[in-house]
C-alpha cells in the first residue's frame, strides 16, 4: 500500500511539473527577508540571501525554474529549496541576489512568468 501511495505522490508532482513547464506559470514573485539567512529551509538547505534559489507550493526540490520578470524582460534560473505556505498569494518567492537580479528588490516584488527547466 506504500508503494501505490508513494507512486501516485510521484505521478502527482510530474504532472504539475509538466503541465508548469508546458503552459508557464504567471503571477507575482516576492523576495525573501534577510531574517532568513543562515537558517533551514523546508529542504534542509541553509537559506543563502547570495544564492539563487527559491521556494515553491509544488515544485519538487531541486527543480530548475526560469523566472523572467514581465514588466522588463529580465531573467535569472533558480533551483527551487523551499516550500511556501499555500496561502501565499505569490508564485514564487527568491532571494535577495535573484531579486536583483530580475531588478525588484526596491518594490519588494514583481510579475513573473516561470518555466522550468529540463
Do not use: C, W
Amino acid at each position: 500500500m506504500k508503494i501505490v501511495t508513494l507512486l501516485v505522490a510521484l505521478a502527482t508532482i510530474v504532472t504539475v511539473s509538466l503541465a508548469i513547464a508546458q503552459t508557464g506559470e504567471e503571477g507575482v514573485a516576492n523576495f525573501y527577508s534577510d531574517k532568513f539567512e543562515g537558517k533551514k529551509t523546508a529542504s534542509g538547505e541553509v537559506y543563502d540571501k547570495n544564492a539563487l534559489t527559491a521556494s515553491h507550493k509544488k515544485l519538487p526540490y531541486g527543480t530548475k525554474v526560469k523566472v523572467t520578470n514581465v514588466d522588463n524582460g529580465k531573467s535569472v534560473v533558480v533551483t527551487v529549496n523551499d516550500r511556501m505556505a499555500a496561502s501565499n498569494p505569490a508564485v514564487i518567492d527568491v532571494t535577495r541576489h535573484a531579486a536583483e537580479e530580475l531588478g525588484f528588490v526596491k518594490s519588494g516584488k514583481a510579475k513573473v512568468k516561470l518555466e522550468v527547466q529540463k
